[in-house]
């Protein structure tokens, strides 16, 4: 027997059984390992007395991790016509920038101290003691000026859900 197949051949069974624990497909796991093999085989020369079992082994992760990357760049193939239709749609998300667009310049509408007591506590995380704090007011002041500033912010995205009409002279 050649020596590169009795140094090899050994080496296929482990190298399947590892193949398929990690792609967990049989058919792709034998792909690979195949590709690994040939590797191997054109790459006999270049061990340099590096020990076999190691080297094929390297060979065989280092392609799966490539596998892997290609794998979670191009997605999951599914055949055309095996797909919901919904799914190949997306929703329209013009809405989602124009409510984000109006919650801005609602923002911008309020009063300083109210937005900054809003911006502190909804985008910061800030606990309403921590914010009469930074603030430098009274907890009760921080608590009514979110509540004002609540109230005006969800009357100005109100009045900005009604149609504008200009009158054309």
Known sequence: MDPLAAAIEPLIPGLRRYARSWLRDRAMADDVVQDCLERAVGRWRQRRGVEV???VYTILHN????????HNRRGTAVPLHLVDDAALGRPADQDTGLHHR??????DALPEEQRTVLLLVSVEGLPYA???????????TVMSRISRGRDRLATL???GERPRLRSVQ
């Open 130 to 140: 921590e914010v009469a704090a930074v603030v430098g007011v009274p907890l009760g």
């Open 157 to 159: 995205l109100r009045e």
């Open 63 to 70: 392609l799966l991790v490539d596998h892997q990357r290609q």
């Open 102 to 107: 109006d919650l801005l310049h609602a923002l």
């Open 53 to 55: 079992r190691p080297w």
